[in-house]
């Protein structure tokens, strides 16, 4: 059974960091790309970041690049999400998620359909 599990999340001031985990097993990791997308409330899921699955691209959506950094530890089969400079618009339930083939490009790295397996999603709020 593919299980992915994020971990990490939480209360947050603006201006605060958090780091958020995707554990995953069941699946072959290093055949995946992982990317986390958020969902804040009465908005659309979003996609946020991804890697590869050799880990030599990632893509990060424009209203977080130089704030998140995405990261992967294959040792360990799993993908981490750093967040700098946290503020109200980043609240959101974070996923993540694992495809074969996915973030492999900046025009479809965010293609939803591309992501066979998910996460339950974490919620992350942060107050001003």
């Known amino acids: 059974e593919v299980q992915l599990a994020e971990s990490g999340g939480g209360l947050v001031q603006a201006g605060g960091s958090l780091r958020l985990s995707c554990a995953a097993s069941?699946?072959?990791?290093?055949?995946?790309?992982i990317a986390w997308f958020r969902r804040a409330s009465g908005k659309e899921r979003e996609g946020v970041a991804c890697?590869?699955?050799?880990?030599?691209?990632?893509y990060h959506t424009d209203s977080v690049k130089g704030r998140f950094t995405i990261s992967r530890d294959d040792a360990k089969a799993s993908v981490s999400l750093q967040l700098n400079s946290l503020n109200s618009e980043d609240t959101a339930v974070y996923y993540c998620?694992?495809?074969?083939?996915?973030?492999?490009?900046?025009?479809?790295?965010?293609?939803?359909?591309?992501?066979?397996?998910w996460g339950p999603g974490i919620q992350v709020t942060v107050s001003s």
């Open positions: 890697i590869s699955s050799s880990g030599e691209n990632t």
């Open positions: 069941g699946l072959p990791f290093k055949n995946n790309a």
């Open positions: 998620a694992a495809g074969v083939g996915a973030c492999s490009g900046p025009y479809y790295s965010f293609a939803q359909f591309a992501y066979e397996y």
